[in-house]
Nanobody, 121 residues
Framework: QVQLRESGGGAVQAGDSLTLSCEASGGTFSNYAMAWFRQAPGKEQEFLAARDLHTHYADSVKGRFTISRDNAKNTVYLQMNSLKPEDTAVYYC?????????????????WGQGTQVTVSS
């Protein structure tokens, strides 16, 4: 059973940068695609970025957010630059065994508990 733990959220101002981390335990990390999603109050869950053998980004964050993973540390990161108030949300990391639809939340079997990011104008 894979367990995920996010960290690095906080309150920032528009234009600031923030890096989130997600540490995984259990399972073989390299066998899993890792992704970041977010959910703002009253909004649907939104795919942001993922890494399997490739890198995937949502159009909404492409060019501002960067996903990376360190298999030796069982950790995936999300570097967020030029943050906007509309980026305010709870950010979740998720894992699926490689082979599923990379952008589909329902394909992910394991989820962290989330970390809050609040961006003020």
């Amino acid at each position: 059973q894979v367990q995920l733990r996010e960290s690095g959220g906080g309150a920032v101002q528009a234009g600031d940068s923030l890096t989130l981390s997600c540490e995984a335990s259990g399972g073989t990390f390299s066998n899993y695609a890792m992704a970041w999603f977010r959910q703002a109050p009253g909004k649907e869950q939104e795919f942001l970025a993922a890494r399997d053998l490739h890198t995937h980004y949502a159009d909404s964050v492409k060019g501002r957010f960067t996903i990376s993973r360190d298999n030796a540390k069982n950790t995936v990161y999300l570097q967020m630059n030029s943050l906007k108030p509309e980026d305010t949300a709870v950010y979740y990391c998720a894992a699926q065994y490689i082979g599923g639809i990379i952008r589909a939340a329902e394909e992910y079997d394991y989820w962290g508990q989330g970390t809050q990011v609040t961006v003020s104008s």
